[in-house]
């Protein structure tokens, strides 16, 4: 596609509930991020996939939260019993082979209520 | 403390202005420094990016690196009312660490 294409735009859901954010990456993009912006912050890390490498799951804020990438193409980010403190927008960004230059979807504005 | 730092504004400038952004860093490893901006209820949009210390010039963007201050910066000339957004920040090692971002409002 054109540009990097998350789904849903929005997302509202119920404490306790599951939730999956996709994000589907610039073809032959081979690096992919996950990103959490709170009102008025900046972006959080939150974990790195590069080609088949393990990912860098270091900024996960807890076990609720897991992310896989299928084919090397598209990720599902998966929150677990989802708090109101996961409350944000979930931004997903990737770049090319031996470039450093990261390019960003839209997000997904989750909202827990 | 966190590795990129950077002043939340907001900034209000008159149309104009130069506007004069800036953060800091602590990570030595960082080699990689990227200005970002973002319009309200967007994403991040690459901007510029840079490769160690000196300077590089895009139109009325020029972004600064002096690593040995560890001290990033993005000059806009002539500002405009469209240049108004929050601007972010960048210092990659693996993957972006960003700033808190700035707030700017150009005003006409």
């Known amino acids: 596609g054109a540009g990097v294409s998350q789904s849903p735009s929005n997302k509202v859901t119920e404490k306790g509930k599951d939730v999956e954010l996709r994000c589907d990456p610039i073809?032959?993009?081979?690096?992919l991020y996950w990103y959490r912006q709170s009102l008025g912050q900046g972006l959080e890390f939150l974990i790195y996939?590069?080609?088949?490498?393990?990912?860098?799951k270091s900024g996960l804020p807890s076990d609720r939260f897991s992310a896989e990438r299928t084919g090397g193409s598209v990720s599902t980010l998966t929150i677990q019993r989802t708090q109101q403190e996961d409350s944000a927008v979930y931004l997903c960004?990737?770049?090319?082979?031996?470039?450093?230059?990261?390019?960003f979807g839209q997000g997904t504005r989750l909202t827990v209520v | 403390q966190k590795e990129v730092e950077q002043d939340p504004g907001p900034l209000s400038v008159p149309e104009g202005a130069i506007v004069s952004l800036n953060c800091t860093y602590s990570?030595?490893?960082?080699?990689?420094f990227m200005w970002y901006r973002q319009y309200s209820r967007k994403g991040p949009e690459l901007l510029m990016y840079?490769?160690?210390?000196g300077n590089k010039e895009d139109g009325r963007f020029t972004a600064q690196v002096d690593k040995s201050s560890k001290y990033i910066s993005l000059f806009i000339r002539d500002s405009q009312p469209s240049d108004s957004a929050t601007y972010l920040c960048?210092?990659?090692?693996?993957?972006?660490?960003f700033g808190s971002g700035t707030r700017l409002q150009v005003q006409p």
């Open positions: 073809s032959g993009h081979t690096a």
């Open positions: 996939f590069q080609g088949n490498s393990a990912p860098d």
């Open positions: 960004a990737s770049s090319a082979p031996g470039t450093t230059e990261a390019f």
């Open positions: 990570n030595s490893a960082f080699q990689y």
């Open positions: 840079t490769y160690s210390s």
């Open positions: 960048a210092a990659e090692r693996r993957a972006l660490t």
